[in-house]
């Protein structure tokens, strides 16, 4: 199987997040141009939160995890097991909260978006400093090992923790001195003005599986997307598609790329983007 990928960098103004598209919109073969997405250069993103990091400092006392409620285990697995571990970027504020959360390494599956969830959830005693909270950045490993079950009656999956999750958090080894926190959450119509994003560190060829055999088929793909302010991808329209019955794998494919997300000044911002993929069977 031979994939190609490549990324049109284009930014566009943010949609509302609508999820996986539903169907191909045609282009004719014809034409030799893509097809265009919409383009404003209109901004509502909304102001940051200006803060000092004391990352290194003297006295620091750092942030403390604040044990929650542990979900149900099971070890049994009728499906899929799977496990792997995910680091995430994050900044605690001095409230305690995680902000500015981000991939740092990804898995390009289900176990990212629940290490994703685990953490935004999560809640820190704030560092102190000469009694004072303060706002410092982290790195967080997350380590799980879940079951993947087919829900009955539907194409749907769940995904369950097999045994408790498992975090090693460490300071940034050269922290800025400053920086700007995105709102939690980020506000569904913020617009991104032509921002670019950061580079994609998971790619559709890294893959290559049995759930995603392409059994000698070939296609061509072109997506409207949504790059959030953490580094997902959500596929709002397809602009383009040559082949309607590859088109689920060609969205799963994508709809798992992990990247860097686009900064406006630091701070984490969703963009739009048009993406292309070439799969073709090959040598």
Same mark, same amino acid.
């Given at each position: 199987?031979?994939?190609? +990928?490549?990324?049109?960098?284009?930014?566009?103004?943010?949609?509302?997040?609508?999820?996986?598209?539903?169907?191909?919109? %045609?282009?004719?073969?014809?034409?030799?141009?893509?097809?265009?997405?919409?383009?404003?250069?209109?901004?509502?993103?909304?102001?940051? *939160?200006?803060?000092?990091?004391?990352?290194?400092?003297?006295?620091?006392?750092?942030?403390?995890?604040?044990?929650?409620?542990?979900?149900?285990?099971?070890?049994?697995?009728?499906?899929?097991?799977?496990?792997?571990?995910?680091? $995430?970027?994050?900044?605690?504020?001095?409230?305690? %909260?995680?902000?500015?959360?981000?991939?740092? *390494?990804?898995? !390009?599956? &289900?176990?990212?978006?629940?290490?994703? %969830? =685990? +953490?935004?959830?999560?809640?820190?005693?704030?560092?102190?400093?000469?009694?004072?909270?303060?706002?410092?950045?982290?790195?967080?490993?997350?380590? $799980? &090992?879940?079951?993947?079950? *087919?829900?009955?009656?539907?194409?749907?999956?769940? =995904?369950?923790?097999?045994?408790?999750?498992?975090?090693?958090?460490?300071?940034?080894?050269?922290?800025?001195?400053?920086?700007?926190?995105?709102?939690?959450?980020?506000?569904?119509?913020?617009? !991104?003005?032509?921002?670019?994003?950061?580079?994609?560190?998971? %790619?559709?060829?890294?893959?290559?599986?049995?759930?995603?055999?392409?059994?000698?088929?070939?296609?061509?793909?072109?997506?409207?997307?949504?790059?959030?302010?953490?580094?997902?991808?959500?596929?709002?329209?397809?602009?383009?598609?040559?082949?309607?019955? $590859?088109?689920?794998?060609?969205?799963?494919?994508?709809?798992?790329?992990?990247?860097?997300?686009?900064?406006?000044?630091?701070?984490?911002?969703?963009?739009?983007?048009?993406?292309?993929?070439?799969?073709?069977?090959?040598?």
């Amino acid at each position: 199987m031979r994939l190609r +990928l490549r990324l049109l960098k284009c930014s566009f103004a943010a949609l509302t997040i609508v999820g996986t598209a539903t169907r191909a919109q %045609q282009t004719p073969a014809a034409s030799p141009k893509l097809p265009r997405y919409p383009e404003t250069r209109v901004s509502n993103l909304p102001q940051p *939160q200006h803060v000092r990091l004391y990352n290194g400092a003297t006295g620091l006392v750092e942030p403390v995890l604040i044990p929650g409620e542990t979900p149900p285990l099971s070890s049994e697995c009728k499906g899929t097991k799977d496990s792997g571990s995910v680091t $995430l970027s994050f900044i605690v504020d001095d409230d305690g %909260q995680p902000r500015n959360v981000m991939f740092k *390494q990804a898995l !390009a599956n &289900q176990i990212d978006l629940i290490a994703l %969830q =685990i +953490l935004l959830d999560s809640k820190f005693q704030a560092a102190m400093l000469n009694g004072s909270p303060v706002a410092v950045g982290r790195d967080a490993e997350i380590h $799980l &090992q879940v079951c993947i079950e *087919q829900q009955s009656g539907s194409s749907g999956e769940k =995904i369950r923790l097999r045994t408790p999750k498992t975090e090693k958090f460490s300071d940034w080894s050269h922290a800025p001195a400053e920086a700007n926190l995105a709102p939690l959450p980020m506000p569904t119509d913020a617009l !991104a003005d032509g921002e670019s994003p950061g580079p994609a560190f998971t %790619q559709p060829k890294s893959l290559a599986h049995k759930m995603l055999d392409t059994k000698g088929m070939s296609g061509f793909f072109t997506f409207g997307l949504l790059l959030d302010e953490h580094g997902i991808v959500h596929i709002e329209k397809v602009l383009k598609s040559t082949n309607p019955k $590859l088109l689920p794998i060609a969205a799963k494919m994508i709809q798992s790329l992990r990247s860097t997300p686009a900064l406006k000044d630091g701070m984490p911002i969703p963009v739009h983007q048009m993406e292309s993929l070439d799969i073709g069977s090959g040598e």
